[in-house]
């Protein structure tokens, strides 16, 4: 049987962080597989979409996430709010007296209607 600091060193050796190798090593009944424990320590978000497929007995699909078009209405909006918030910003960051997040809000979509009309 190894010791805690060598299981510590060989896990942390594998590329696993720090704290979750810290608790495998000196509770290594946990995780049985090394291997299976730094993939899930690296991409848990993969580990855990894997499961549920598996759970649910469907085929893993490659792109599960649709994504949107970007309009040029939200590409002007961005554009506009980034303008409105230095405006109506001090330099320390808080609104100018008599603004606030709906005012930012109001001027930047009227900006950006007259962005997009030209």
Same mark, same amino acid.
């Given at each position: 049987?190894?010791?805690?600091?060598?299981?510590?060193?060989?896990?942390?050796?594998?590329? +696993?962080?720090?704290?979750?190798? #810290?608790?495998?090593?000196?509770?290594?009944?946990? /995780?049985?597989?090394?291997?299976?424990?730094? !993939?899930?320590? +690296?991409?848990?978000?993969?580990?855990?979409?894997?499961? /549920?497929?598996?759970? #649910?007995?469907?085929?893993? =699909?490659? !792109?599960?996430?649709?994504?949107?078009?970007?309009?040029?209405?939200?590409?002007?909006?961005?554009?506009?709010?980034?303008?409105? !918030?230095?405006? #109506?910003? &001090?330099? !320390?960051? #808080?609104?100018?007296?008599?603004? =606030?997040?709906?005012?930012?809000? &109001? @001027?930047?979509?009227?900006? @950006?209607?007259?962005?997009?009309?030209?």
């Amino acid at each position: 049987m190894s010791s805690y600091d060598e299981r510590l060193a060989g896990l942390i050796a594998i590329g +696993m962080p720090r704290r979750l190798a #810290q608790v495998i090593a000196f509770r290594p009944e946990l /995780v049985g597989e090394l291997g299976t424990a730094a !993939n899930i320590a +690296m991409n848990p978000g993969t580990f855990a979409i894997e499961q /549920v497929a598996l759970r #649910q007995g469907l085929p893993e =699909s490659k !792109n599960p996430v649709k994504t949107r078009k970007k309009t040029k209405y939200s590409k002007a909006l961005s554009k506009a709010l980034v303008e409105e !918030n230095g405006k #109506q910003r &001090k330099k !320390n960051g #808080q609104y100018k007296k008599g603004k =606030s997040a709906a005012t930012v809000l &109001k @001027a930047a979509h009227r900006s @950006a209607r007259k962005m997009t009309k030209k």
